[in-house]
C-alpha cells in the first residue's frame, strides 16, 4: 500500500507533446497488424457479419449490456485505486441496478436513472499514479495499445472480480457474452472499421494515428474531438 500512495503522490504521467508518437518496434507492430487484419477478413468480420443479419438488434443490445455489466466491478476496483470514491460509488449503484432490476444486465435502468457508464481501467489508473505511457504497442487480437496499456490489461484481465469470484458454469456465461459483444460491436461498427482496415493507404499508420489521439484524449491530455472506434473490441467511446 505505500509503494501505492508513493506513486500517487507522483501525479498523472506527463503526456507525450502533440502527435508525437514512439513506436520502436514498428517492423513488429506491423507484422502483428498484417495478422489482426488477415484474422478480422477471414473469421471477425464474417462471423460479426452473420450475427448482426441473423440476431435482431434488441437481443444484441441485451448482450451488449449483459457484458458491460460484467465490466462495472472491474471499474469500482480502479477507482478505488484511483481514489475517486465517487466514481467507485456511481459504478456500484450502477452495477446494482443493473444486475437486479435490470435482469442480470440484460437492461440498463441505470442510465435511465442518472447513472451513466463511466468507464475506466488500469492503464488509467497507472496513468494516474504518474506512470509514462511508453512505447506503441501493436498487440495480437487485442489490437493497438502502449506500454502502459498493455501492463494495465494484463492487470484487469487477472483481477477482474467476475473472472476471480463467479464460478462455472456462470464463468462460462460471463466469456460468451463478451465473446458475443465483440462481434456485435464489430457489426455495428462495420462502415467506420472497414474504412479503417480495408480503404486507408497505411492501414497501420492511422490505426496508430487514431488511437494514440483517443486515448490521451481520454486520459485528458488533448483537445481534439476525433474518436477511436476499436476494430477487435469496443464500440466508440464518446
Known sequence: MAFVLTLAACGPGAMPPGDSIVDADEAQNREVHRFNVALDRSLVRPVAQGYGTV???????????FASNLSQPSYVLNNILQFRLGQATHNTLRFVINSTIGIGGLFDPATALGLDARETDFGETLHIYGAPEGDFVMLPVFGPSTTRDTMGLVVDVATNPVRVFVPAPESRYASGGRVLDVFGDRYDNRVVIDGVLYESADSYAQLRSLYL???RFQLGGADGTELYTDPYGDAPQQ
Do not use: A, F
Open 55 to 65: 440476431v435482431p438488434g434488441p437481443v444484441r443490445q441485451g448482450v451488449d449490456n
Open 213 to 215: 489521439q483517443n486515448r
